[in-house]
């Protein structure tokens, strides 16, 4: 089973907006996908109303999530790892161990080489830019169970 871990700052937004879109596109008995935050500002929470809302929009359900923070264990529980942005990129490469651990990492969108390479937090801004950050990993997500299936 390949097993797969999309990761953000708070786990609230991004994250778990790419964990259901990604779950959503691949066989569940063939690829595991979870998420999580750098930070652990909101351990244990749901996510963003917001993105409850954009998801539920697309006929995804992601209200059974909750946050959590990344460790260096991940590294082993899991056979990709993709960040949202580069400070993500930077927080979790600062706890990879070896090079098989860094390998495992990249920016979400670097994968799907779009232009902009980092999903922009939308936690600050309006109900559009949860509907602008789901188009932008949805696309992504599109051709990593492509090549997943």
Avoid: W
């Avoid at 244990?44 to 917001?50: A, F, L």
């Amino acid at each position: 089973m390949t097993k797969i871990l999309m990761v953000c700052l708070g786990n609230i937004c991004r994250s778990p907006l790419a964990e259901g879109i990604l779950k959503s596109k691949v066989d569940g008995s063939k690829v595991f996908v979870d998420s999580a935050g750098t930070g652990g500002f909101h351990v244990g929470e749901p996510p963003d109303s917001r993105s409850v809302e954009v998801a539920q929009k697309h006929g995804i359900d992601i209200t059974d999530q909750r946050c959590r923070k990344f460790t260096k264990e991940d590294f082993a529980r899991f056979d990709h790892i993709f960040v949202m942005d580069k400070n993500n990129y930077r927080d979790i490469m600062a706890l990879a161990e070896s090079a098989e651990d860094r390998k495992k990492v990249r920016l979400l969108l670097e994968f799907a080489d779009q232009g902009p390479m980092e999903v922009p937090d939308p936690y600050y801004g309006g109900r559009d830019g949860f509907q602008k950050v789901f188009d932008m990993i949805d696309e992504t997500c599109k051709r990593i169970a492509a090549q997943l299936n």
